[in-house]
Nanobody, 124 residues
Framework: QVQLVESGGGLVQAGGSLRLSCAAS????????MGWFRQAPGKEREFVGC????????YYADSVKGRFTISRDNAKNMVYLQMNSLKPEDTAVYYC?????????????????WGQGTQVTVSS
């Protein structure tokens, strides 16, 4: 079992930056690929990006590519989402998620464990 807790959300002006953190419990954190998703009011949960177990490879949604960066520290059981050049359309609740056996990088249904989410609001 893996428990996930996100932090770092808040209110930021357009063009600003935020760094989200996700703390994972459990000794097998390095066995999980980690993803970030977001969900705006009235919309479906959307893939933001993910990072492989080793932390070497990352994949991003086109909407955030070049602005967001995912990293992880397996020694600390942490995964991060650095968000730069934020836009009002980035406003959403952001979730981290863990996937054991990788079947699909971008589908929420493929992830086994989820955090409770952290709100990010970008003002124009």
């Amino acid at each position: 079992q893996v428990q996930l807790v996100e932090s770092g959300g808040g209110l930021v002006q357009a063009g600003g930056s935020l760094r989200l953190s996700c703390a994972a419990s459990g000794r097998s954190f390095s066995n999980y690929a980690m993803g970030w998703f977001r969900q705006a009011p009235g919309k479906e949960r959307e893939f933001v990006g993910c990072i492989r177990r080793s932390g070497v490879n990352m994949y991003y949604a086109d909407s955030v590519k070049g602005r967001f960066t995912i990293s992880r520290d397996n020694a600390k059981n942490m995964v991060y989402l650095q968000m730069n050049s934020l836009k009002p359309e980035d406003t959403a609740v952001y979730y981290c998620a863990a996937q054991g056996t990788v079947v699909n990088w971008s589908s929420p249904a493929a992830y086994d464990y989820w955090g409770q989410g952290t709100q990010v609001t970008v003002s124009s």
